[in-house]
């Protein structure tokens, strides 16, 4: 939890004073799923837990962990929204647990594991599914379009960055389509490809067109764009699977004697 | 690749640790033809590795006061790069004097980077503000060296892809409850498994302790005592990509004295202070504070960034609690291994610790040829030159 | 890939078993769409329109039979009008009208950020059709209604 600052010092009238109801530590209810193999079906524990204002989901969950019971089962790595790993429903919206106030889901939380991908143990899934969804081959990294007057040194091209996705499969979780097509490659696949053709990076992109042109893959979307709105990354899968689309369309529009490009 | 057939059956060693180094060492001795089984209580990399800043490290932090790891940090900079290739963000980075007091660094900086064979390129400040706009226009000079930024999570997990291929078992969610001991020889662990709730012995020829500021409690495990200090440290990170290049302060190591770059966000770092219990971190509010404070006189836009996260990370130092270090600045940032039966008479079983996310692979190497050399193992470290799996191979069935 | 593991590993086989799934969603799945729970508009919309959909493919099976009471000649189909002129049949004419002005509104609204044309734009679309068809519901309603 973050703290007040370890030099405070002051008297009990001035904390008095200048305590607010938001400062002070209050309480919140957490359901949580809980899941072990062998179990006949999951359950949810539930638990009282003392919160600051900038408690996180994830600070609150380790604390049940730590103090109430060690085999609560729970995934994180980066703890501030770059890895990707730390991805529930809370209270039934997707969200990263590093980066989510407790303040902000009101009195009573329930934390469940993402939809659409096996449960692997409590609020913990298993991301082979996941990741079995994407073409086979997907770079990371892209040009850098930050502070767009640098210069990069001599010896570097360009700058590079990371791409946005973080592969925390919110959007996967999300998506309608995919709580109902087990064969639907589903937005984190799909924009990622699409990422290839805008920044090809050597990859062939005939070869990811025809991975995507397929009743399965760019298709199969409804449109409902609730994987841009789950994702913590700006990624916006929804509008990349549509200009995916645009980009097929426009493909076989081509008409043989026209110019390249025109439509 | 698959492990190769032998006739006799190969030593299994069992690694406790699922951090960069437990993935670097299970892939090491896997190339070397061992049986490795390796066990983390969390997810992967959810210790203090997955939670660093993400600097590829040049050692030009070390150059002045720590050679040592300064020069474990620019070996394994360069070959991370080869066996790592689409994995970092190589955009060098800048040490940059902001104050009159950063200039009296500046000389045995260059000399430290020098004899620690660095390579350094002294820039004006209208050179560097070229390079990066969003510098503290005041600056009075820059120093480029090869920094660069690593994804603290996915970079180790392709060591542990290609362990996994190559044969190695890992098993997150399992916790080690206790090890195995009888007449001072370790010969397993007992484990409990989070994923059935079962509970289990495994045993091997031998076990690693590999869980970084973790190390005394598993150590004591086993009756022995590894000179272990848990020093946190808070990092704050910022909506934006402020920086291209990772941006250090040209001083003397303090806090809130880097700004790196990673994807879309801007990471500054980082404080330093001692704890007990790695598991009990606490993030004061006046550390973050002092990130924003240090971290905009490097980037005066720092301070006006959209708050992304603050958290704290655990750097295992070692160094007896006993020593006096308060902070922790003043311990050592290199690795070790120990070999408990030299140091403790305790058979069977193995210490490695300290370190930095970048240096993973070179701690591996050392300790594997300690493991290698106890268990009677002639197989020559191959991690130098094998270019490792994408992470996403780990998931792969 | 792993060989067969040393004995230890307390219940690997359930271990590496695939575990189960969640699913969001009223009922048992495939229910998955039918939960605007928590989601917002593009769901909203995306959901209506299967609805509608559906309504509407009944609607035009409904009105055929009702065509063909024609064939009954006309004492059967006055006995009809003086059924469709009831204040309850108006009120479902008026939800009829919803119906078709939503699934025609929202398709364009598919058919221009489905094919790559807008995507960025989806919800300023869905409030656009939002007012257009309530003006034309509205003006539609007091026509049908205002005969009752």
Same mark, same amino acid.
């Given at each position: 939890?973050?703290?007040?600052?370890?030099?405070?010092?002051?008297?009990?009238?001035?904390?008095?004073?200048?305590?607010?109801?938001?400062?002070?530590?209050?309480?919140?209810?957490?359901?949580?799923?809980?899941?072990?193999?062998?179990?006949?079906?999951?359950?949810?524990?539930?638990?009282?837990?003392?919160?600051?204002?900038?408690?996180?989901?994830?600070?609150?969950?380790?604390?049940?962990?730590?103090?109430?019971?060690?085999?609560?089962?729970?995934?994180?790595?980066?703890?501030?929204?770059?890895?990707?790993?730390?991805?529930?429903?809370?209270?039934?919206?997707?969200?990263?647990?590093?980066?989510?106030?407790?303040?902000?889901?009101?009195?009573?939380?329930?934390?469940?594991?993402?939809?659409?991908?096996?449960?692997?143990?409590?609020?913990?899934?298993?991301?082979?599914?996941?990741?079995?969804?994407?073409?086979?081959?997907?770079?990371?990294?892209?040009?850098?379009?930050?502070?767009?007057?640098?210069?990069?040194?001599?010896?570097?091209?360009?700058?590079?960055?990371?791409?946005?996705?973080?592969?925390?499969?919110?959007?996967?979780?999300?998506?309608?389509?995919?709580?109902?097509?087990?064969?639907?490659?589903?937005?984190?696949?799909?924009?990622?490809?699409?990422?290839?053709?805008?920044?090809?990076?050597?990859?062939?992109?005939?070869?990811?067109?025809?991975?995507?042109?397929?009743?399965?893959?760019?298709?199969?979307?409804?449109?409902?764009?609730?994987?841009?709105?789950?994702?913590?990354?700006?990624?916006?899968?929804?509008?990349?699977?549509?200009?995916?689309?645009?980009?097929?369309?426009?493909?076989?529009?081509?008409?043989?004697?026209?110019?390249?490009?025109?439509? | 690749?698959?492990?190769?057939?032998?006739?006799?059956?190969?030593?299994?060693?069992?690694?406790?640790?699922?951090?960069?180094?437990?993935?670097?060492?299970?892939?090491?001795?896997?190339?070397?033809?061992?049986?490795?089984?390796?066990?983390?209580?969390?997810?992967?990399?959810?210790?203090?590795?997955?939670?660093?800043?993400?600097?590829?490290?040049?050692?030009?932090?070390?150059?002045?006061?720590?050679?040592?790891?300064?020069?474990?940090?620019?070996?394994?900079?360069?070959?991370?790069?080869?066996?790592?290739?689409?994995?970092?963000?190589?955009?060098?980075?800048?040490?940059?004097?902001?104050?009159?007091?950063?200039?009296?660094?500046?000389?045995?900086?260059?000399?430290?980077?020098?004899?620690?064979?660095?390579?350094?390129?002294?820039?004006?400040?209208?050179?560097?503000?070229?390079?990066?706009?969003?510098?503290?226009?005041?600056?009075?000079?820059?120093?480029?060296?090869?920094?660069?930024?690593?994804?603290?999570?996915?970079?180790?997990?392709?060591?542990?892809?290609?362990?996994?291929?190559?044969?190695?078992?890992?098993?997150?969610?399992?916790?080690?409850?206790?090890?195995?001991?009888?007449?001072?020889?370790?010969?397993?662990?007992?484990?409990?498994?989070?994923?059935?709730?079962?509970?289990?012995?495994?045993?091997?020829?031998?076990?690693?302790?590999?869980?970084?500021?973790?190390?005394?409690?598993?150590?004591?495990?086993?009756?022995?005592? *590894?000179? =272990?200090?848990?020093?946190? &440290?808070?990092? #704050?990170?910022?909506?934006?990509? $402020? !920086?291209?290049? %990772?941006?250090?302060?040209?001083?003397?190591?303090?806090?809130?004295?880097?700004?790196?770059?990673?994807?879309?966000?801007?990471?500054?770092?980082?404080?330093?202070?001692?704890?007990?219990?790695?598991?009990?971190?606490?993030?004061?509010?006046?550390?973050?504070?002092?990130?924003?404070?240090?971290?905009?006189?490097?980037?005066?836009?720092?301070?006006?960034?959209?708050?992304?996260?603050?958290?704290?990370?655990?750097?295992?130092?070692?160094?007896?609690?006993?020593?006096?270090?308060?902070?922790?600045?003043?311990?050592?940032?290199?690795?070790?291994?120990?070999?408990?039966?030299?140091?403790?008479?305790?058979?069977?079983? *193995?210490? =490695?610790?300290?370190?930095? &996310?970048?240096? #993973?692979?070179?701690?591996?190497? $050392? !300790?594997?040829? %300690?493991?290698?050399?106890?268990?009677?193992?002639?197989?020559?470290?191959?991690?130098?030159?094998?270019?490792?799996?994408?992470?996403?191979?780990?998931?792969?069935? | 890939?792993?060989?067969?593991?040393?004995?230890?590993?307390?219940?690997?086989?359930?271990?590496?078993?695939?575990?189960?799934?969640?699913?969001?969603?009223?009922?048992?799945?495939?229910?998955?769409?039918?939960?605007?729970?928590?989601?917002?508009?593009?769901?909203?919309?995306?959901?209506?329109?299967?609805?509608?959909?559906?309504?509407?493919?009944?609607?035009?099976?409904?009105?055929?039979?009702?065509?063909?009471?024609?064939?009954?000649?006309?004492?059967?189909?006055?006995?009809?009008?003086?059924?469709?002129?009831?204040?309850?049949?108006?009120?479902?004419?008026?939800?009829?009208?919803?119906?078709?002005?939503?699934?025609?509104?929202?398709?364009?609204?598919?058919?221009?950020?489905?094919?790559?044309?807008?995507?960025?734009?989806?919800?300023?679309?869905?409030?656009?059709?939002?007012?257009?068809?309530?003006?034309?519901?509205?003006?539609?309603?007091?026509?049908?209604?205002?005969?009752?």
């Amino acid at each position: 939890m973050v703290t007040a600052s370890t030099s405070a010092t002051g008297t009990a009238e001035e904390t008095e004073a200048a305590g607010t109801e938001a400062e002070a530590t209050q309480t919140r209810r957490f359901r949580v799923f809980r899941f072990k193999r062998g179990d006949r079906a999951p359950h949810f524990d539930t638990f009282d837990v003392p919160v600051e204002p900038r408690t996180t989901l994830l600070e609150a969950l380790r604390w049940i962990q730590l103090r109430r019971d060690r085999t609560f089962a729970m995934r994180h790595s980066c703890l501030h929204a770059s890895c990707g790993t730390c991805g529930v429903q809370a209270n039934g919206r997707e969200v990263l647990l590093c980066v989510t106030l407790v303040r902000d889901l009101g009195h009573e939380i329930t934390v469940e594991p993402l939809a659409n991908i096996p449960v692997l143990t409590d609020i913990v899934v298993d991301m082979e599914e996941y990741y079995a969804r994407f073409p086979e081959v997907h770079p990371v990294l892209r040009e850098s379009e930050a502070i767009p007057q640098a210069v990069a040194p001599d010896s570097i091209d360009r700058y590079v960055r990371y791409e946005d996705c973080i592969e925390c499969g919110l959007c996967v979780s999300a998506c309608p389509i995919v709580a109902t097509s087990e064969r639907y490659v589903g937005p984190a696949a799909l924009a990622a490809a699409q990422r290839m053709l805008e920044e090809p990076r050597g990859v062939d992109a005939d070869g990811v067109l025809d991975w995507a042109d397929h009743e399965d893959g760019v298709w199969r979307c409804h449109a409902a764009f609730e994987c841009t709105e789950a994702c913590p990354s700006n990624v916006n899968p929804a509008a990349r699977i549509m200009a995916l689309r645009g980009v097929i369309v426009a493909g076989r529009l081509r008409v043989p004697g026209r110019r390249e490009g025109s439509l | 690749m698959s492990a190769p057939a032998s006739r006799t059956p190969a030593a299994h060693v069992l690694i406790v640790g699922g951090g960069g180094t437990g993935g670097a060492l299970a892939h090491d001795l896997t190339l070397r033809g061992l049986k490795v089984t390796l066990v983390e209580r969390g997810e992967l990399t959810s210790g203090t590795t997955g939670r660093h800043h993400g600097l590829l490290h040049s050692g030009a932090r070390y150059a002045v006061n720590d050679q040592e790891s300064a020069l474990e940090c620019i070996e394994e900079n360069m070959i991370l790069r080869r066996i790592c290739p689409g994995s970092f963000e190589e955009n060098d980075g800048l040490f940059v004097a902001v104050e009159d007091d950063d200039m009296e660094y500046f000389q045995p900086f260059i000399e430290g980077c020098a004899a620690c064979a660095i390579p350094t390129q002294v820039l004006q400040p209208d050179e560097a503000l070229r390079l990066e706009p969003n510098l503290n226009p005041d600056l009075k000079v820059a120093v480029r060296i090869p920094d660069g930024t690593m994804d603290a999570m996915r970079m180790p997990l392709r060591f542990f892809a290609t362990a996994k291929h190559g044969g190695a078992d890992i098993h997150p969610y399992m916790e080690v409850t206790g090890l195995l001991v009888h007449d001072r020889v370790v010969s397993g662990v007992a484990v409990h498994d989070h994923v059935t709730g079962a509970d289990g012995e495994i045993r091997a020829d031998l076990v690693v302790n590999a869980t970084g500021p973790w190390s005394e409690q598993i150590a004591e495990m086993a009756g022995v005592d *590894v000179p =272990i200090q848990p020093s946190p &440290g808070v990092l #704050l990170a910022l909506r934006g990509r $402020l !920086c291209n290049m %990772v941006v250090n302060r040209l001083h003397k190591s303090g806090d809130g004295d880097i700004v790196v770059p990673q994807r879309g966000l801007s990471v500054v770092g980082t404080s330093s202070w001692t704890v007990e219990d790695p598991d009990d971190l606490d993030v004061p509010e006046d550390h973050v504070e002092r990130m924003y404070v240090e971290g905009s006189k490097l980037i005066p836009a720092v301070r006006r960034a959209e708050f992304r996260a603050a958290w704290s990370a655990a750097r295992p130092l070692i160094g007896s609690r006993e020593g006096g270090a308060s902070s922790g600045r003043e311990l050592s940032r290199t690795f070790k291994t120990y070999d408990h039966k030299e140091t403790d008479a305790v058979e069977g079983f *193995v210490t =490695i610790t300290g370190g930095k &996310g970048t240096t #993973l692979r070179g701690m591996a190497e $050392l !300790c594997a040829n %300690v493991i290698c050399g106890k268990l009677g193992v002639e197989a020559e470290c191959r991690t130098r030159e094998t270019v490792l799996l994408p992470h996403t191979a780990y998931y792969a069935a | 890939m792993s060989s067969s593991p040393p004995s230890g590993v307390p219940r690997l086989e359930e271990r590496k078993a695939r575990g189960p799934v969640r699913r969001k969603g009223i009922g048992p799945a495939p229910s998955g769409w039918l939960d605007p729970r928590g989601r917002a508009i593009g769901s909203w919309a995306f959901a209506v329109n299967r609805v509608t959909g559906l309504g509407l493919v009944f609607y035009l099976y409904l009105h055929l039979a009702v065509l063909s009471l024609l064939l009954g000649g006309e004492s059967s189909w006055n006995d009809f009008l003086e059924l469709a002129t009831t204040t309850v049949f108006l009120l479902l004419d008026v939800l009829l009208l919803f119906g078709i002005l939503f699934h025609a509104l929202n398709g364009v609204r598919v058919a221009l950020v489905g094919s790559g044309i807008v995507p960025h734009r989806q919800k300023a679309l869905f409030w656009a059709g939002t007012v257009i068809g309530t003006i034309a519901l509205v003006y539609g309603a007091i026509h049908i209604l205002g005969d009752a």
